[in-house]
């Protein structure tokens, strides 16, 4: 799952000389400008002259722990966050392999309104906005020397990027710093008073202060004697939707339900393979909440076995692949229960799934729900050729409101899928369960991606499966409203160890509707 938080508020700051080269414009503001900057120039005034541009930014870390407190975004540990800024193109010099650093800052600042990048003429003086003497109207940066208050006393506040190119969009991972943020100073982490982003110490500019001389130039005897210049990323007043900063969160929201895809166990599999997870929702009233007497604790499973026509539970317990009869089960989400069973024997045709509250060698209080599984073989075959498929979302709609999120469902069968007579009218079709899918959507106007695959570690973009088949959620305040997206799916291949883009294509719209 993703979900992307934009920035509340960002600003750059400069100890740059004026057009003139007299003086700095050291009281400039650019807080509602529409692009961000980095560079570091030396030399261009005096030999030695020093010339900086630092870039503000902040985020509403109180929308992620609502959205933590309210179950949306995983428990610390679940969930990555990734700082992302754009590159912005210019026709001006761009540095190549430059390095930018990201640290906290910890102290309060102000965006402002000023807009030049250019001349530098949007001044505070006293008006609301930082600068690179003063953190807001009231209060000058701790520093003498300005370029605002920097927190890098832990590995934890220090992120660092290369630029080869110099036209790469910043993409960290600044996990810890995030959690920290979300804990607050009063709960072991820190405030959130936002980030900075600037060039290394290396590669800013040489410089020399005065110890305890108010003045904008860095005391920087180990910089640069030759110019960075310039960086510049896409600000949050950007007009590009997609290219404004955010910080992405990303977890695997995935469920592997494997209910349809039941085998029974067999020396031929590994271990993991004797395996099978199944599920239980525990639905009232149409939403999931947890068993009163369970709570978030664990659950009991036993298996008994049954036919195909059977339409309730018979005999004893089945002996389990470890030679018990009961499986501990445990609590995943709220009204979501899930345990990890195999079974040995092959000549069950049907068996019965009883989740209920018992001890281990106790006999059963109370049963709260008997599912059915019609276990399969581990078979073998002859062939290595691939089964080609058909796809189709069952419940695609036309159009989706913007702060909407749809639950699709992807329907598989194989293409050369030919039923007869008997089949269409005794059987419905089962979609086929892929173990290991991915979707994708773009913007079908110029192909744009808005969502890319997520396959990584995170598997931020998978697709769940149960019984039924895939699914997966697509938030749509992901996408910019007023366009026409499409849908794309991939899978994986373990045989080629790699993913499969399939051919279908699945469009839709996303509106932002006022009323």
């Given at each position: 799952m993703i979900r992307r938080y934009s920035a509340s508020a960002d600003n750059t700051i400069v100890n740059a000389f004026e057009p003139n080269l007299r003086?700095?414009?050291?009281?400039?503001?650019?807080?509602?400008?529409?692009?961000?900057?980095?560079?570091?120039?030396?030399?261009?005034?005096?030999?030695?002259?020093?010339?900086?541009?630092?870039?503000?930014?902040k985020f509403p870390i109180t929308a992620i722990s609502a959205d933590r407190t309210s179950g949306i975004v995983p428990a610390s540990g679940s969930v990555s966050f990734y700082?992302?800024?754009?590159?912005?193109p210019t026709s001006k010099t761009v540095p190549k392999d430059l390095r930018l650093v990201v640290n906290p800052l910890f102290n309060p600042w102000q965006e402002g309104v000023g807009l030049d990048l250019e001349a530098y003429k949007d001044e505070?003086?006293?008006?609301?906005?930082?600068?690179?003497?003063?953190?807001?109207?009231?209060?000058?940066?701790?520093?003498?020397?300005?370029?605002?208050?920097?927190?890098?006393?832990?590995?934890?506040?220090?992120?660092?990027?290369?630029?080869?190119?110099?036209?790469?969009?910043?993409?960290?991972?600044?996990?810890?710093?995030?959690?920290?943020?979300?804990?607050g100073s009063s709960g072991g982490g820190i405030a959130n008073y936002g980030l900075g982003v600037k060039l290394t110490s290396s590669q800013e500019a040489f410089g020399t202060a005065s110890a305890g001389n108010a003045q904008s130039v860095q005391n920087n005897k180990k910089g640069a004697t030759k110019s960075y210049y310039t960086k510049r990323f896409f600000a949050r007043g950007s007009q590009y939707f997609y290219c404004r900063p955010i910080i992405e969160a990303r977890w695997d929201s995935t469920t592997r339900d494997d209910r349809g895809n039941f085998f029974f166990s067999s020396?031929?599999?590994?271990?993991?393979?004797?395996?099978?997870?199944?599920?239980?929702?525990?639905?009232?009233?149409?939403?999931?909440?947890?068993?009163?007497?369970v709570g978030t604790g664990k659950i009991r499973v036993s298996l008994y076995s049954g036919s195909l026509y059977d339409t309730n539970p018979s005999g004893s317990k089945l002996p389990l692949y470890d030679g018990n009869t009961n499986m501990t089960g445990g609590w995943v989400s709220t009204g979501m229960y899930t345990c990890s069973i195999g079974i040995k024997s092959s000549s069950v045709e049907t068996f019965y799934d009883v989740w209920h509250s018992q001890s281990a060698g106790g006999t059963a209080v109370t049963e709260y729900f008997t599912g059915s599984v019609l276990p399969s073989?581990?078979?073998?075959?002859?062939?290595?050729?691939?089964?080609?498929?058909?796809?189709?979302?069952?419940?695609?709609?036309?159009?989706y409101r913007s702060d909407q999120t749809a639950r699709l469902n992807l329907f598989v069968r194989n293409?050369?899928?030919?039923?007869?007579?008997?089949?269409?009218?005794?059987?419905?079709?089962?979609?086929?369960?892929?173990?290991s899918a991915s979707y994708r959507v773009f913007r079908v106007l110029d192909g744009y991606e808005a969502i890319p695959y997520g396959t990584g570690s995170d598997f931020c973009t998978g697709l769940s499966y149960d019984v039924s088949g895939n699914y997966f959620d697509l938030d749509m305040k992901l996408l910019e409203p007023g366009y026409a997206y499409g849908l794309k799916f991939s899978f994986y291949d373990e045989t080629l160890d790699s993913w499969e883009e399939q051919s279908e294509m699945f469009k839709f719209r996303v509106e932002n509707y006022e009323y």
């Open positions: 003086t700095r414009a050291t009281g400039a503001n650019a807080g509602v400008a529409d692009v961000l900057e980095v560079y570091s120039i030396y030399g261009r005034q005096y030999t030695g002259s020093q010339e900086l541009s630092r870039v503000l930014i700082l992302r800024l754009f590159n912005a505070t003086k006293g008006n609301a906005g930082s600068n690179w003497m003063s953190a807001s109207s009231t209060a000058s940066w701790n520093s003498v020397s300005g370029g605002a208050d920097w927190l890098s006393s832990s590995a934890d506040y220090r992120y660092e990027q290369l630029f080869r190119a110099g036209t790469e969009d910043l993409k960290i991972d600044i996990t810890p710093l995030v959690e920290r943020w979300v804990k020396s031929r599999a590994p271990a993991a393979d004797n395996l099978n997870t199944l599920y239980f929702y525990n639905y009232v009233r149409g939403r999931l909440v947890n068993l009163p007497s073989l581990i078979g073998g075959g002859n062939t290595h050729s691939m089964p080609t498929r058909v796809l189709n979302i069952t419940n695609l709609q036309n159009r293409r050369n899928w030919s039923p007869n007579v008997y089949t269409k009218v005794v059987k419905s079709t089962r979609s086929i369960g892929i173990m």
